[in-house]
Structure formats: C-alpha cells, structure tokens
C-alpha cells in the first residue's frame, strides 16, 4: 500500500515531458516543408519566458503575436533540419500559426522549399534546456518513407538516408 501511494505521488508530482514534431517533406505541397510542433504549454511557455526575459501568455493571441519572433528563435535555435547536407530551417522557417488550449500548443510551420532529400540529419533540443527527462518525438514523411523515432538531451540527433 505505501508503494503504491509513493507511486502516485511520484507521478503528480513528475509530470511527463513531451514534445511531437511531424516533419512533411513535399507531400501535401509539392514545394514546402511543413513542420508541426506540439508541446505541452506551461512548459513552452516557461522556457521563452526564462530564455528571452519576457512574459508570454501561451493562451492569449495578442501575447502570442507580440512574442511570435522569440517563439520562432526558440524553434529555429532548437529545432534543425539538414538535408543533403544543408541547414533548411535557418532563417527559411515561417510562423504560419498556432493552436493552443490549457495544455497544449500546436506550433505550424513551412519552409518555401522544393527538395529531393537522400540523406536527412535531424537535430530536436527542445525543451532539452528545461527538463533533464524531455523527451522529443519525431515524425518524418516523405513520398512512401515513414520513420517516426525519440529523442532525448543525450540523444538529440538523428540521420536517415533514403
């Protein structure tokens, strides 16, 4: 009995840290990258607020807009994209919008960027600043390959060759 209310006390008092990325390359639009980042938003919201000294409401829209350009520092700093041996998200990457509720945020965004990838490197440092047991989920699709696959502060990278 007291293992199990030790166990249940670990859990309240341990959330679980999370965050999923889908990566479409050319398939809905033949010529964009669509990148999509779910995170939880206390969390998110934390970390822009402790890394740019600032005071981001996730679940305020005029917040949200005022913050738009830390929110995509954030991504871009954290999140990258290499193809064929060329960084794709640096300064490509454009905010297109974000869905947000109580618990989670929804982050869209695409790179104008037609491209045959062979080789993809990809590196997730999300939140990693933050939590030591984040662990980042990864989604990536292009034409018929599928990989989906977790990433964590000790193992941030990935490379896939197709």
Do not use: C, E, G
Not at 13 to 18: A, N
Not at 51 to 76: A, C, E, V
Not at 87 to 94: A, G
Not at 133 to 155: E, G, M, P, R
């Amino acid at each position: 009995m007291q293992f199990l209310l030790f166990l249940i006390t670990a859990l309240v008092l341990h959330p679980i840290h999370i965050s999923v990325t889908n990566i479409d390359i050319n398939t809905k639009n033949k010529k964009k990258i669509l990148i999509v980042t779910k995170v939880f938003s206390n969390d998110f919201q934390k970390i822009i607020n402790t890394n740019y000294n600032t005071n981001l409401n996730i679940n305020d829209s005029i917040s949200i807009f005022k913050h738009k350009k830390q929110i995509s520092n954030y991504i871009t700093k954290n999140l990258k994209l290499i193809i064929n041996n060329k960084s794709i998200i640096n300064n490509k990457l454009m905010f297109d919008s974000i869905n947000y509720n109580n618990q989670a945020s929804w982050f869209y965004f695409s790179i104008n960027k037609k491209i045959t990838p062979k080789k993809i490197i990809i590196i997730n440092n999300l939140l990693n600043d933050l939590f030591q047991d984040q662990k980042n989920l990864v989604f990536i699709k292009y034409k018929n390959f599928q990989k989906s696959f977790k990433l964590t502060k000790s193992d941030k990278l990935r490379t896939l060759s197709l």
